[in-house]
């Protein structure tokens, strides 16, 4: 299957003519006449005005006739944002409950190097398991910790 049939089979998907289509995308309808008979091939300013009107059409799928026909959705991160994802506000309530609990931890790991019971001054440097180490840096300070969870909550811990 060739590019000028994967426009084709766009077409037909979309339920319009080559007229339609072409008007829908912003060319001259002589230019999807000039495709779809195997006159010319498409340019890439074509193709960038199928995809800006058609995004679910996978542009490797059209332009190489590899992969999908449409566009896989796209995996929701932490900034996308939508009414569904409140209960972040939900969870302001319950942040007087869990940040006494995180703040005795955080208290606890900042007192005790590991199983040593040793406190541990600013200016140590704290092994980890690969051999590194990280210097404490004395003139820095935490000024937010913030904890995010599956369900996209988060809470917000501030030390102070």
């Known amino acids: 299957m060739d590019i000028k049939e994967r426009l084709i089979k766009i077409i037909t998907s979309e339920g319009l003519t080559s007229s339609s289509f072409a008007d829908s995308i912003g060319v001259q309808r002589s230019s999807i006449s000039h495709i779809l008979s195997g006159r010319n091939k498409p340019s890439i300013d074509f193709l960038e ?40 506000l939900e969870l302001k309530e319950k942040k007087d409950d869990v940040v006494p609990e995180i703040e005795q931890q955080i208290k606890a790991e900042e007192n005790v190097n590991g199983d040593s019971g040793q406190k541990i001054s600013s200016k140590e440097e704290i092994p980890l398991s690969n ?3 990280i210097p404490t840096l004395p003139q820095k300070k935490i000024d937010k910790i913030i904890i995010l969870y599956s369900d996209r909550s988060f809470i917000e811990y501030h030390p102070s």
């Open 49 to 88: 005005k199928v995809f800006a009107a058609y995004p679910k059409y996978n542009a490797e799928w059209l332009i190489m006739g590899t992969g999908e026909v449409y566009k896989k959705p796209k995996q929701p991160t932490l900034f996308d944002f939508d009414n569904k994802a409140a209960p972040a």
């Open 131 to 133: 051999n590194e180490i």
